[in-house]
């Protein structure tokens, strides 16, 4: 005989636990399943293990997506407000890092732990680790045949999150989910990852692995996925294959492979005035000059990459070779070869398309009693809690509505 129950949520991930306590806090008889050994992983390894839960500043206009404005209901009714008051009520100590980023003070596992309790009160039955070998819909409902026995369930919540970090579990089942049921789905591609470089474009770079230095960063259409333009200033990592940290993960989400991203290293500074105007009055080597602004090793590859000599006297160059130089500075348009893929994504772009999905439910138009949440859906929020504040939030949605 199946198991009945209210709803079933598949995932229990943020946004799958999320929805799962919500749901059975109303009342509503849950079991919430997933195929992993360890309790949601991503939140675990998050923040460098301290779980940066939520961003004070997240609004709709801080995500990507096909239909940008699908976001804004959930967001509107679940606030970054609203979960540090969860997080007050289980006494967790947390602290704001950079621009609105809101950490644990001690681990990721209080988040986790959290949520557990959340759905204890809702008295959630758990199904893990538990594979789901087929979901079926029928009059009243799902038949989901599972390798721990069948479950039959009126509402059918999917939450299993996108392809980024497989070694964590990842998998594509929310997508066969959809397609199973006719929706279509937004294809997905790393997002929040480092781009790569190859061939002689990054050769004189490739040795400048391990240099940081905050930068501004654009994408050169001016548009990106959702009509948004790409601009973001925050610091860049050079790495042994290309280009990281925080800049790069900001602006990956919004690259088109094929196209370039425009660097501006010295974003305080015209490079080519200032070097112009320093001509009669500084009798250095143009090397010595950049290194004054720039880390050393940046300035001479820089040099060395645009075919100047660093041991060449600033005094003896022409203004519009200056000018060139500053071009390479404030404006470097690179075009990355590619991405370091799933495996360093932090997040999944694309995902099922919300005009399949109410906004306000986060259930499936065509699809009585299905719900898409989470990274599952074509919803992806920038580096720095905004993701997780976007399951928060459409978890929520769906357990008010399940």
């Given at each position: 005989m199946a198991k009945q129950f209210d709803v079933a949520v598949i995932g229990a991930g943020a946004a799958g636990m999320m929805a799962a306590a919500v749901a059975g806090q109303r009342g509503k008889r849950v079991v919430l399943i997933d195929h992993a050994e360890k309790l949601a992983e991503k939140i675990r390894i998050s923040g460098g293990g301290r779980?940066?839960?939520?961003?004070?500043?997240?609004?709709?206009?801080?995500?990507?997506?096909?239909?940008?404005h699908f976001c804004k209901?959930?967001?509107?009714?679940?606030?970054?407000?609203?979960?540090?008051?969860?997080?007050?009520?289980?006494?967790?100590?947390?602290?704001?890092?950079?621009?609105?980023?809101?950490?644990?003070?001690e681990s990721a596992e209080q988040i986790i732990d959290m949520l557990k309790s959340e759905c204890l009160k809702g008295e959630v039955a758990w199904r893990m680790p538990c594979k789901i070998e087929s979901i079926e819909k029928f009059e009243d409902g799902f038949f989901i045949a599972t390798d721990h026995g069948d479950i039959e369930a009126a509402s059918v919540v999917i939450a299993t999150g996108g392809l980024s970090i497989p070694k964590i579990g990842a998998t594509d089942f929310g997508y066969r989910i959809a397609t199973q049921f006719d929706l279509k789905v937004i294809e997905p591609r790393p997002g929040l990852v480092p781009l790569t470089f190859d061939g002689p474009s990054w050769e004189a770079f490739a040795p400048l692995a391990g240099i940081a230095l905050e930068v501004e960063v654009s994408t050169s259409s001016g548009k990106g996925k959702g009509g948004k333009?790409?601009?973001?200033?925050?610091?860049?990592?050079?790495?042994?294959?290309?280009?990281?940290?925080?800049?790069?993960?900001?602006?990956?989400?919004?690259?088109?492979?094929?196209?370039?991203?425009?660097?501006?290293?010295?974003?305080?500074?015209?490079v080519a005035e200032e070097l112009i105007g320093?001509?009669?009055?500084?009798?250095?080597?143009?090397?010595?000059?950049?290194?004054?602004?720039?880390?050393?090793?940046?300035?001479?590859?820089?040099l060395v990459a645009n075919g100047f000599a660093p041991d060449a006297r600033l005094a003896d160059m022409a203004d519009a070779k200056l000018r060139k130089l500053g071009d390479a500075i404030n404006r470097w348009a690179i075009v990355p070869t590619g991405s370091?893929?799933?495996?360093?994504?932090?997040?999944?772009?694309?995902?099922?398309?919300?005009?399949?999905?109410?906004?306000?439910?986060?259930?499936?138009?065509?699809v009585p009693g299905l719900y898409f949440i989470g990274e599952s859906v074509d919803v992806t929020g920038w580096l720095g809690g905004y993701n997780f504040q976007w399951a928060w939030a459409s978890g929520f949605a769906a357990g008010q509505s399940v």
């Amino acid at each position: 005989m199946a198991k009945q129950f209210d709803v079933a949520v598949i995932g229990a991930g943020a946004a799958g636990m999320m929805a799962a306590a919500v749901a059975g806090q109303r009342g509503k008889r849950v079991v919430l399943i997933d195929h992993a050994e360890k309790l949601a992983e991503k939140i675990r390894i998050s923040g460098g293990g301290r779980c940066n839960f939520t961003n004070v500043n997240a609004s709709h206009q801080n995500y990507l997506s096909e239909n940008p404005h699908f976001c804004k209901s959930a967001l509107s009714r679940y606030t970054a407000q609203d979960f540090v008051v969860l997080v007050k009520k289980y006494r967790i100590a947390h602290h704001e890092k950079h621009r609105g980023q809101l950490f644990c003070t001690e681990s990721a596992e209080q988040i986790i732990d959290m949520l557990k309790s959340e759905c204890l009160k809702g008295e959630v039955a758990w199904r893990m680790p538990c594979k789901i070998e087929s979901i079926e819909k029928f009059e009243d409902g799902f038949f989901i045949a599972t390798d721990h026995g069948d479950i039959e369930a009126a509402s059918v919540v999917i939450a299993t999150g996108g392809l980024s970090i497989p070694k964590i579990g990842a998998t594509d089942f929310g997508y066969r989910i959809a397609t199973q049921f006719d929706l279509k789905v937004i294809e997905p591609r790393p997002g929040l990852v480092p781009l790569t470089f190859d061939g002689p474009s990054w050769e004189a770079f490739a040795p400048l692995a391990g240099i940081a230095l905050e930068v501004e960063v654009s994408t050169s259409s001016g548009k990106g996925k959702g009509g948004k333009k790409g601009f973001f200033r925050e610091d860049l990592l050079f790495t042994h294959r290309g280009l990281s940290g925080p800049a790069i993960l900001q602006i990956s989400s919004y690259w088109q492979p094929g196209t370039p991203i425009v660097l501006n290293l010295l974003p305080e500074m015209d490079v080519a005035e200032e070097l112009i105007g320093s001509k009669t009055t500084v009798k250095k080597q143009l090397g010595n000059v950049l290194s004054q602004w720039l880390p050393g090793r940046l300035a001479e590859g820089l040099l060395v990459a645009n075919g100047f000599a660093p041991d060449a006297r600033l005094a003896d160059m022409a203004d519009a070779k200056l000018r060139k130089l500053g071009d390479a500075i404030n404006r470097w348009a690179i075009v990355p070869t590619g991405s370091e893929g799933y495996r360093k994504a932090e997040v999944t772009l694309g995902g099922v398309d919300t005009r399949e999905l109410s906004q306000q439910t986060m259930m499936a138009n065509k699809v009585p009693g299905l719900y898409f949440i989470g990274e599952s859906v074509d919803v992806t929020g920038w580096l720095g809690g905004y993701n997780f504040q976007w399951a928060w939030a459409s978890g929520f949605a769906a357990g008010q509505s399940v």
